[in-house]
């Protein structure tokens, strides 16, 4: 293989690059990045970064003096993929070929339906993102958060600590339920209710209301309620960004379809990070692993079967893992909560939000969950992996 | 500087021991049984390595991903871009002590002002 063309230049990205040299790689190689900037690292962004305690330097994911050898084209956005010479079309008309394509093109806010919004109205994915959030936090006031995932969850702990006076509003009856379940869902977002952060739950939004100079002034809650907003967050999840690979022939569904080693049905093409649903023996299923050490890890598998031409024989990645920091408290997960039949407390007392549940199916731990628990977590998230692997 | 650890009888093997010094040195009793000492918090982020995932000479943050060599405290992944200090570690009459490295704790970063953007 001479020439590989990563596609997208984030954390899943920056890590197939390094991947592909640590194990061999000599050839050309070019990172291709929709944003103007360098690799940078996004969990900050809803925390440190957007409450002013982390500056653009500590974003900054490439080593002192890192060199890959890769020629970098920033602020350049794929927009074609052909099959028969795995050219990469440009928007800015450039075309880049090469032996093997990894794709990394990362996911994008959704945003609420209908036009674009009033200024004021913000998603949080990119790092211009929290710059223009940053700004409108810094005039105080109201924030209504959209949404009650993690980054909304994060986002409302931010601003609270920078003195707003904030209220989430989030669909479903209880935030998080998801990702943790019905139980500890409601135990992770009892932490708004313990700083004074209002919860509305089980009520969507129908839209948002301006002032005559295109500011937004309220959000309006579908059963008619209205919530008088300075500014608003609408975090309320992300898609994968594969529409630049239709007709390509590669498969898509909620993502780019891979099988349990990265690659797609297309020789020489894998695809890793946010936009990649690898295919998970263990729930026979394809998902999308959202979650940064994913996009850190997954890309040495993916790399290895690329060069391999498949052949590779990988160790299977670990159990996803995830962590969120909100109100000063301290929250990873470990494992896959869907399917699981009983959620045990092992340590700790939820009310107090420190705590470490674990989450079973038929007596066998398949996630674990920590508020505030390190030690404990990082042992059962070992056990986790080794009974995986 | 010597400083008592604990007994190694108390520091199995695959356990850490958090040393409160100024800055806290964590202590680990590998499965191959060696011991190590390096500056306990993440370069990264604040957070305790004596509570991260010991696997042979490395240990992973418990918070993110980045994994410390123990016997050199070179760091192989983001987000951290520091190394941390080792310290030495002697055994003594069934003790473990720790002799602080005279190296100043803590570099400062030097990667200030690279994100911006531009082909490199």
């Known amino acids: 293989m001479r020439a590989v063309l990563v596609v997208g230049a984030s954390l899943a990205g920056l890590s197939a690059a390094r991947a592909l040299r640590a194990q061999g790689y000599d050839g050309r190689l070019v990172v291709v990045g929709d944003e103007p900037h360098r690799p940078y690292d996004r969990p900050p962004l809803s925390k440190e970064f957007l409450a002013g305690r982390a500056d653009e330097a500590a974003l900054v994911l490439e080593a002192d003096g890192e060199d890959l050898g890769a020629e970098w084209l920033l602020g350049a956005r794929a927009v074609t993929l052909d099959p028969g010479t795995r050219g990469v079309g440009l928007a800015d008309g450039r075309a880049v070929t090469a032996d093997g394509v990894v794709i990394a093109t990362g996911a994008a806010a959704r945003t609420l339906p209908g036009a674009a919004g009033p200024s004021g109205v913000h998603t949080l994915r990119t790092l211009d993102d929290a710059r223009a959030l940053r700004a409108d936090l810094a005039r105080g006031g109201r924030l209504v958060v959209i949404g009650g995932g993690f980054i909304g969850a994060e986002v409302a702990s931010t601003a609270y600590a920078l003195g707003l006076d904030v209220t989430v509003v989030e669909a479903a009856p209880t935030p998080l339920s998801g990702p943790l379940g019905e139980t500890m869902g409601g135990v992770v977002s009892g932490l708004h209710a313990d700083h004074g952060v209002r919860l509305l739950c089980g009520t969507g939004v129908r839209g948002t209301e301006a002032d005559g100079g295109g500011r937004v002034v309220a959000v309006v809650l579908a059963d008619g309620r209205r919530l008088p907003a300075d500014t608003v967050v609408v975090g309320i999840g992300a898609r994968p960004c594969t529409d630049w690979l239709a007709g390509s022939g590669i498969e898509l569904g909620d993502g780019v379809l891979c099988g349990a080693d990265g690659r797609t049905g297309l020789p020489g093409v894998v695809a890793v990070g946010d936009c990649a649903a690898w295919y998970d023996p263990a729930a026979g299923a394809h998902h999308r692993v959202e979650h940064w050490t994913g996009a850190l890890e997954r890309p040495a598998t993916a790399v290895a079967a690329l060069l391999s031409g498949g052949a590779g024989g990988q160790r299977a990645p670990r159990p996803p893992y995830f962590w969120s920091d909100q109100y000063g408290v301290r929250i990873q997960f470990a494992g896959r909560a869907a399917g699981a039949d009983t959620v045990t407390v092992e340590e700790g007392v939820p009310e107090e939000r420190d705590v470490l549940a674990v989450y079973r199916r038929g007596g066998v731990p398949v996630a674990v969950l920590g508020m505030n628990r390190p030690r404990s977590f990082t042992r059962w998230r070992k056990q986790l992996a080794a009974a995986a692997s | 500087m010597m400083i008592p650890v604990c007994r190694l009888a108390d520091l199995p093997r695959g356990e850490a021991f958090r040393l409160e010094t100024d800055p806290p040195v964590a202590v680990f009793h590998t499965e191959e049984g060696e011991l190590y000492a390096v ?82």
């Open chain 2, 39 to 120: 500056d306990d918090t993440c370069t990264h982020q604040d957070a305790s390595l004596a509570d991260g995932w010991l696997e042979g000479c490395e240990v992973e943050c418990p918070l993110h991903a980045s994994k410390f060599d123990l016997r050199t405290g070179a760091v192989d992944a983001p987000p951290a871009r520091r190394p941390v200090r080792t310290h030495e570690v002697v055994v003594e009459d069934g003790m473990v002590h720790v002799r602080l490295s005279a190296a100043a704790p803590g570099p400062p970063s030097c990667a200030a002002g690279r994100l911006a953007g531009g082909a490199g």
